[in-house]
């Protein structure tokens, strides 16, 4: 009974994917901070980055429009600071893998190879 629970527990799968969690949990926090700087720069720049009270008639729209900076400041970190390396890295690596790959032989080379080696097999001695 608790054999297969502790196999479900065990399994690499399982493993990768708590680990992802708590370091995507922990990611999320940098990318947090970092945004709340980015925010107070532009709040530097000109003037309250926190748009909580701006309105349009009797609707609040505010909170809306700054979890919208938030969010596309947060999804620009995330692209150049994640998904762009790894692109480059993953292009590097390919490029570097087609690099030392040696040609497939033609199909001719290889019968000729068999040829060879079915002449050189039945040849007498």
């Known amino acids: 009974m608790f054999k297969g629970f502790k196999d479900f527990l065990l399994r690499g799968n399982l493993i990768d994917l708590a680990v992802a969690f708590i370091l995507g949990a922990a990611f999320g ?28 008639g009797p609707i609040n729209v505010g909170k809306f429009i700054t ?34 790959a040696a040609p497939a032989p033609t199909q001719e080379e290889l019968l000729t190879e068999i040829r060879d080696l079915l002449a050189n097999a039945t040849a007498p001695e």
Do not use: H, W
């Open 29 to 56: 926090n940098v990318v947090t901070a970092f945004t709340q700087i980015i925010m107070d720069v532009i709040g530097l720049i000109g003037g309250n980055p926190n748009f909580d009270t701006v309105t349009i």
């Open 67 to 100: 979890a919208l900076v938030s969010f596309v400041i947060m999804a620009a970190i995330v692209y150049f600071g994640v998904v762009r390396p790894y692109q480059f890295v993953t292009a590097l690596v390919k490029k570097e893998a087609e690099g030392d």
